[in-house]
């Protein structure tokens, strides 16, 4: 924001913090969620073997991507419509804002299973200076995109960073400490990750670009249509992969379990 403001305008700036508003409640309660889990993966460092944590680790990297990118799409199909139907349309940014503002989302939620172990095996320390470094780097980047390409580089810029920085030295640190392996494979399976994302931000955007007008209702409705497009495709995609086919497995059974009753 201070950016923003400095380089840009105070108006770009207030606008802006409406989306940031928006973008921290959802950040904040994902990692309360996911956070939980925490204290369980402390525990199973302590009981399990390399390849049991990895199993886990996959598991919840799966479960985190599925969560994130479908509050991504909504964010991206919803956010406009939403600020429109509060405060009017003149107080949206430009679409690229959008994406910006889910993009970033989309890149916290593809690491928070590194950020669990990395904090429940205890291997913080030997991060320390990743975010500091991710902080300089963030900063210079907004400064320069500010320059260059307006409000939509600076809201870039925190996702970029993380790119650059976070998302293959934390996973490292993970693999090395941990499974004791090279990550290799894991930067392939974030990759996929990163793109069927984006890919699925644009898709339902797409679809939802036919339902015209600004109300509550057609908000809910677009969000409504943007959650079922991406949980429609990523159920397509992966109903094969193991973490999947275990995450079905245990939805049903529990299911099964509450209908006995």
């Known amino acids: 924001a201070l950016v923003i403001s400095s380089l840009i305008g105070l108006i770009q700036s207030g606008l802006y913090s409406n989306y940031q508003m928006i973008s921290l409640a959802i950040t904040q309660l994902m990692a309360q969620i996911y956070g939980a889990v925490t204290a369980s993966v402390g525990n199973m460092n302590v009981e399990s073997d390399a390849a049991a944590k990895e199993r886990i680790f996959d598991l919840l990297s799966f479960i985190e991507f599925c969560g994130y990118a479908v509050c991504s799409v909504c964010i991206f199909v919803g956010i406009e419509p939403f600020i429109s139907a509060w405060l009017g349309s003149e107080y949206c940014l430009p679409t690229g804002c959008a ?30 200076f990743r975010p500091v470094i991710s902080c300089v780097i963030t900063v210079i980047l907004s400064v320069v995109f500010a320059l260059c390409f307006g409000i939509v580089g600076v809201m870039l810029a925190p996702a970029l960073s993380r ?13 090395k400490y941990v499974f004791c392996k090279k990550p290799f494979k894991y930067y392939l399976k974030t990759l996929g990750y990163l793109l069927l994302g984006v890919l699925l931000m644009f898709l339902a955007r797409l679809i939802v670009s036919f339902i015209t007008g600004d109300s509550w209702l057609l908000f809910v409705v677009k969000v409504a ?11 397509a995609i992966f109903h094969r992969y193991a973490p999947f086919v275990w995450c079905r497995r245990t939805i049903l059974s529990i299911i099964s379990r509450k209908c006995a009753l």
Request: net charge positive; aromatic share 16%.
């Open 163 to 175: 790119l650059l920085t976070a998302v293959w030295y934390d996973p490292w640190l993970v693999h």
């Open 99 to 128: 994406f910006a503002i889910s993009f970033n989302l989309l890149t916290i939620g593809i690491l928070q299973s590194t950020v669990i172990f990395k904090d429940a095996c205890g291997i913080f320390f030997k991060g320390r």
């Open 225 to 235: 249509v943007a959650a079922f497009v991406a949980i429609a495709l990523i159920i």
